[in-house]
């Protein structure tokens, strides 16, 4: 797999309510570099609640198709 000289790979690894979540997201490392670090955490905080959601979505989908 050949990368791209921007790219920046993020391992997100999180553990919220006992959910756990590992994401591997890949941004542009001139656009990350410009970001505050706040900015930064804040990304990453949104991408960290995007995921549980999705998570959380599927397992429900799951229970309504059991019943």
Do not use: Y
């Amino acid at each position: 797999m050949r990368k791209h000289k921007d790219e920046l790979r993020l391992l997100i690894t999180a553990e919220v309510k006992s959910k756990s979540i590992n994401e591997t997201v890949v941004v542009s490392k001139k656009a990350w570099g410009k970001l505050s670090f706040k900015q930064q955490m804040q990304t990453v905080r949104e991408m960290v609640f995007d995921s549980l959601e999705q998570n959380i979505s599927f397992e429900e989908l799951g229970k309504e198709e059991t019943k």
